[in-house]
T-cell receptor, first 114, second 114 residues
Framework: DAGVIQSPRHEVTEMGQEVTLRCKPI?????LFWYRQTMMRGLELLIY????????DSGMPEDRFSAKMPNASFSTLKIQPSEPRDSAVYFC????????????FGPGTRLTVL | AQSVAQPEDQVNVAEGNPLTVKCTYS??????LFWYVQYPNRGLQFLLK??????LVKGSYGFEAEFNKSQTSFHLKKPSALVSDSALYFC????????????FGKGTKLSVKP
């Protein structure tokens, strides 16, 4: 298996633009997680899906952030409009079933908002 | 509420010496505990976990961790450090009695010098 796939690996955009990050979880995994990593705040869980249904989105910073999982093999995290403080590395992870199972992380998307 | 603390931002060790990366936690129920490692520009990789059973857990790359309920600790150890062990190490905890998600510590940077 190729592992968790994220695209793009790097994204540079200007403030106010829409940004879409993409994730393909490991085949057969039922749970998908979006995290954000910054020097100041460390690793933060943004949202967690189980069987394509959002279970916990309490970590989503504000309405500018939205996440979807239209099917078991694809998820998106969208920021609209983007702001400089959104600059971070965004990770997607998947697990067989829930947060007690081992999570497998993708390589991350480094987002820079100018 | 659950929380996890990694009291050291950085640990420096000479190659061949034993290493310890500290982690303490707070949960109301039984803890599920994890260690992950992050190499530069990569996603997190699973090292080991404790759910139940033997307090000494052995994981990847020769690492092990000991669950100590009385001290609420789950320190990561390795008998003989390698330069290639240099990375960022994250401890994570989930309260087994809840439906919550993993909470990650801030991370500890391990530097192993030749």
């Amino acid at each position: 298996d190729a592992g968790v796939i994220q695209s793009p690996r790097h994204e540079v955009t200007e403030m106010g633009q829409e940004v879409t990050l993409r994730c393909k979880p490991i085949s057969g995994h039922n749970s998908l997680f979006w995290y954000r990593q910054t020097m100041m705040r460390g690793l933060e869980l943004l949202i967690y899906f189980n069987n394509n249904v959002p279970i916990d989105d309490s970590g989503m910073p504000e309405d500018r952030f939205s996440a979807k999982m239209p099917n078991a093999s694809f998820s998106t995290l969208k920021i609209q409009p983007s702001e400089p403080r959104d600059s971070a590395v965004y990770f997607c992870a998947s697990s067989l079933r829930g947060s007690t199972d081992t999570q497998y992380f993708g390589p991350g998307t480094r987002l820079t908002v100018l | 509420a659950q929380s996890v603390a990694q009291p050291e931002d950085q640990v420096n060790v000479a190659e061949g010496n034993p290493l310890t990366v500290k982690c303490t936690y707070s949960v109301s129920g039984n803890p599920y505990l994890f260690w992950y490692v992050q190499y530069p520009n990569r996603g997190l990789q699973f090292l080991l976990k404790y759910i139940t059973g033997d307090n000494l857990v052995k994981g990847s790359y020769g690492f092990e961790a000991e669950f100590n309920k009385s001290q609420t600790s789950f320190h990561l150890k390795k008998p003989s450090a390698l330069v290639s062990d240099s990375a960022l190490y994250f401890c994570a905890v989930r309260d087994g009695g809840s439906q919550g998600n993993l909470i990650f510590g801030k991370g500890t940077k391990l530097s192993v010098k030749p």
